[in-house]
Every structure is written in structure tokens, then in C-alpha cells.
């Protein structure tokens, strides 16, 4: 078999709104969406998805007792350096991180990971600086 190289890829911006859905099932589509997975023509090898850019972060959604149970770890290296964030936290806080942290673990980890989650912008409200870029409500 033969891999598939299109000719010339073009990437479009997709706008997601966050509002009322659920934190996971989000993620699943964000990097579905980023990894240019919805296309016919997707090669694993190759930055073949869109930009993304997600409003109303938060306003995400989580079930059941998430909020107060889930818990981000950020160790620093050094003695005592563990710091615990909960859900609910960083939903007041940074409430896009939850939203890139939750899709950063469904991207693949490597130099090709770290191109695709650029083209990730998530913003806490319903406004955003790419409206001349025109993304696409999916």
C-alpha cells in the first residue's frame, strides 16, 4: 500500500462554542477537529487539521462530582514543589486551561503534538480576536 501525500492542505478555522457541554465529549471533538481527523484526506504524518477556536470556556460542564474530585498536579522539581489545583479552582481561575488540558492528553506528545495544540485558542467569553480569520461554527 501507498500512503496518500495530498497536494496541498488547507487548513480552515472552526469556531466551538463551550457553553452547557461536557468538559470530555468537548475534548473529543476539539482534537478530532485539530488533528484533521473529519477529513478524507488525513495522514498521520502530516498537519492536515484546522484551527480551533473555543468561546465560552466557562461555561463548560462537568458531571457528576468532578468539580470538587478532580484534581491537576503541577510539580516544580523541587522538594515540596507539588501544587494541587481542583477543577473547581481552575474553572474560577484559568478556566481555559481546563479545556487545553483535557485536549493536550488526546494529542499526540511529541514535536508533531506541539504544533497542532498552537492551533488551539480557547477564550473564557464569547468574544475573540480571529473574527477576520471567519471560523466556521461546527
Partial sequence: ???YIPEKI???WVLIDAQGQTLGRLATRVAHVLRGKHRPTYTPHLMSGDFVVVVNAQKIRLTGKKLDLKIYDHYSGYPGGLKLTSARQMLSAHP???IELAV???IPKGRMGRRIIRRLKVYAGPAHPHTAQRPEPL
Fill in 10 to 12: 488547507e487548513s480552515k
Fill in 96 to 98: 481555559e486551561r481546563l
Fill in 104 to 106: 493536550w492528553g488526546m
Fill in 1 to 3: 500500500m501507498n500512503t
